[in-house]
């Protein structure tokens, strides 16, 4: 927690701060509702959370009849946590019985899928599992490289192919067939994920899911968002769902933006709770999501 306040805080938390600047007044008056209603807007809340969240801590007002800030912050903090849904169960499924547990991880280039598969194959380590990569990003040259290289960096083996442009459906099946023969705990494979033929993409994650599960059941399938990128991480989750049954949400680079609120925004309109949050490029620089933590650093 401390460590994710640090992040946030260091990333220039505008919705914090601003927060924290309206809720200091001496009353919440009709100016400070607007004001609270576009800081919640800019933090990629969406229309329709704001609209609900604000009306619900007007009623709650009027109800009790205070009007102090601190009264509304702790309204607010509390409203924001149901939102988010401290009921949402975000644990990831990395067991399996009598056989690896699959997850695979998908999202378009440079949301930080490599990243997060190296940063997640770290935190399993340190859980004393043994893990296997797949690099079945077989379209962008540097992919199965870069992530062999976090493969060594974390002391786990990946599974890749030599031949640039191989089937990703045939490498992510190796992996998890090495895993088997390996006795691994986890198979974690990265995907491809090059957005310029939406048609092709999706047809291809399904195809690489299809051809594993001809080999094992997949355990996870984890949608990495990149936070800063708002609306249109939004209509990506859209088309991404759409093709494979996502099962949980990867929010990345939370270290450099004020837009937490997007949270809210993407379990709405996938019904998948973000299960784990990317808080900067280095091998611990992953977490996992917690209600609490995640809406105490939004209002630090
Ligand atoms: P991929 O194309 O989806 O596999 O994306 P990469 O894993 O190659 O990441 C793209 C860039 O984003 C790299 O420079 C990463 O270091 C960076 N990155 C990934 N996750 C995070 C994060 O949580 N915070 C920050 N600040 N950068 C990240």
């Known amino acids: 927690l401390a460590r994710l306040r640090a992040r946030l805080v260091k990333s220039n938390n505008v919705f914090g701060k601003s927060l924290l600047a309206l809720l200091s007044r001496d009353e919440i008056d009709e100016d400070v509702w607007e004001e609270i209603e576009e800081t919640l807007l800019m933090a990629d809340l ?34 924001l946590v149901k ?55 077989t379209f962008r040259a540097a992919a199965a ?18 031949v640039e442009g191989a089937d990703p459906a045939s490498v992510a099946y190796d992996a998890v067939d090495k895993g088997t023969e390996l006795e691994t705990d986890v198979v974690l494979v990265d995907t491809a994920g090059r957005l310029q033929n939406k048609a092709n993409l999706m047809d291809e994650l399904g195809k690489v899911k ?32 759409e093709a494979v049954n996502v099962t949980g949400i990867v929010l990345t680079k939370l270290d450099g933006t004020a837009r937490g609120g997007i949270v809210v925004a993407i379990q709405k309109q996938l019904g998948v709770p973000v299960k784990l949050i990317g808080l900067g490029e280095g091998p611990d620089d992953l977490a996992p999501f917690d209600t609490e933590s995640f809406v105490d650093a939004l209002l630090e």
């Open 83 to 137: 939102l988010i849904d401290p009921e949402f169960d975000r644990r990831l499924t990395v067991t399996a019985d009598g056989r690896p547990a699959v997850v695979l991880v998908v999202g378009v280039n440079g949301v930080g899928k490599t990243t997060t598969v190296g940063k997640l194959a770290r935190v399993l380590v340190a859980e004393d599992k043994d893990v296997i990569l797949g690099a079945a990003d």
């Open 145 to 162: 490289e870069q992530l062999t290289t976090w493969g060594s960096r974390v002391g786990v083996p990946t599974v890749s192919s030599d």
């Open 210 to 241: 299809r051809v594993v599960e001809k080999k094992s059941e997949v355990d996870e399938v984890l949608l990495v968002l990149d936070a800063t990128t708002g609306q249109n991480g939004l209509n990506q989750a859209k088309v991404f769902s």
């Open 46 to 79: 969406g229309t329709d959370s704001t609209m609900e969240l604000v009306d619900t801590l007007r009623e709650r007002v009027t109800v009790e009849g205070s009007k102090d800030p601190q009264r509304v912050r702790a309204m607010l903090h509390e409203e």
